[in-house]
């Protein structure tokens, strides 16, 4: 299944603003991640710790919806959902 | 009205909606590029989402403070040092409602939209503002 990433300010200069990532059928949130960190380099020390938790400062939305990355990563996803990565918040 | 743009902000027209008869006081707040040894920033949106949270952010100041009216302007893209970045203008029948609406919007817009901001150095590095908003 096909799924959209968008990401933001540091996170779209590794990813790029907008890619399309080819994963298994119910995979989860924690899947997509794990597939960017080894085909997108630089983004496994970007966004996770050396102990492989996901760096605090990481936060995501799945289909325009904020996630929570402690309770959700374990999501399935279906094909044509949207996660955005991207760090805190600095408009204004 | 609630926008996010690449064009000069016009704080004129924005005041010029917001006039009420009833509103005896008129806030306007502008945030500009300040001058911090850079060349100037850079601004990003994830623009559905932002646009969302910024008029749920106005409604409930449009509540909370019984404002007449209130609008917001963000810009995107390049901006030199001196130019706006943020507009936001209140009106409200007094002037504690005006300032406390239009404070109220700065600091949720500032925790809650997603917007990102880089800093250009002279030599044409970036550096992303760290943010405090979740």
Redesign the interface.
């Known amino acids: 299944m096909k799924i959209k990433v968008l990401a933001f300010a540091a996170f779209g200069e590794i990813l790029g603003r907008e890619r399309e990532v080819e994963l298994e059928e119910e995979a989860s949130v924690k899947d997509l991640l794990d597939e960017l960190a080894s085909i997108v380099p630089g983004f496994r020390e970007a966004a996770f710790e050396p102990s492989g938790i996901l760096r605090d400062y990481v936060l995501l939305m799945v289909n325009r919806k904020r996630i929570d990355p402690e309770r959700d990563l374990s999501r399935i996803l279906v094909e044509g959902d949207e996660l955005a990565i991207f760090p805190p918040l600095a408009g204004g | 009205m609630i926008e996010i743009g690449e064009e000069e902000i016009s704080l004129d027209r924005m005041i010029q909606r917001v006039r009420r008869n009833e509103a005896g006081a008129v806030v306007s707040f502008l945030?500009t590029v300040r001058d911090d040894g850079i060349l100037g920033m850079e601004?990003?949106?994830?623009r559905?989402?932002?646009l969302s949270e910024m008029e749920a952010i106005r409604q409930e100041a449009m509540s909370r403070f019984s404002l007449t009216a209130a609008e917001v302007s963000?810009r995107t893209g390049r901006l030199a040092v001196g130019e706006s970045?943020?507009a936001i203008v209140c009106s409200a029948a007094h002037r504690e409602e005006a300032f406390s609406g239009c404070r109220y919007i700065?600091e949720e817009?500032?925790?809650?939209?997603?917007?990102?901001?880089?800093e250009i150095s002279s030599d044409g590095g970036g550096h992303?503002?760290?943010?405090?908003?979740?």
């Open positions: 945030g601004v990003e949106a994830f559905d989402p932002a963000h970045i943020l700065l817009l500032k925790a809650r939209a997603p917007l990102w901001k880089k992303w503002v760290e943010g405090h908003g979740r």
